[in-house]
């Protein structure tokens, strides 16, 4: 009788771990999803320096936005938000991931962030970001102007 109990406390404590580990895990996909939402939610906001409203924000603003909707909170610029999280290679972009480039005169100081939306291979990766041109909208890393600013990614969550 009592090897039954044990057994039945171990199985219990093994289903108890496999179930909070499963819902971890759903919940970081679920706080992704968020963050993207969130994200999508500023598309048409215009582009404002400085700016973390929808009169008008800057590419650091809108993650800072999208961030504080899963009570996670990140650095406001986008040099200081690209030492945040784990450097991701490029192969290995997920959405959710951030993404910086260079795009003032210094080919090496960080200037830009977005966040990555969709991956649909090597040539479709779609990240969301303020650009100074037309405000807040999704473009293709792939496409000439980007990939050549591309500096790295960092995955936060």
Excluded at 141 to 150: D, T, V
Aim: charged content about 25%; aromatic content about 8%; overall charge positive.
């Amino acid at each position: 009788m009592r090897i039954r109990q044990v057994y039945f406390t171990n199985y219990l404590l093994i289903g108890i771990l496999l179930l909070t580990s499963c819902a971890g895990h759903k919940s970081k996909r679920s706080r992704t999803e968020t963050v993207i939402k969130t994200a999508r939610s500023y598309t048409g906001t215009p582009y404002k320096w400085g700016g973390t409203t929808k009169s008008g924000m800057d590419c650091s603003g809108l993650l800072l936005n999208s961030f504080k909707a899963i009570n996670y909170k990140i650095p406001r610029t986008s040099a200081e938000q690209s030492k945040i999280g784990k450097k991701v290679a490029k192969s290995d972009i997920k959405p959710g991931d951030l993404v910086f480039f260079a795009t003032g005169k210094k080919k090496r100081k960080i200037t830009h962030v977005g966040l990555v939306t969709e991956v649909r291979g090597k040539d479709n990766i779609k990240f969301i970001h303020a650009s100074s041109s037309v405000g807040v909208t999704e473009s293709n890393l792939a496409s000439s102007y980007y990939k050549k600013r591309f500096r790295m990614a960092r995955r936060v969550l």
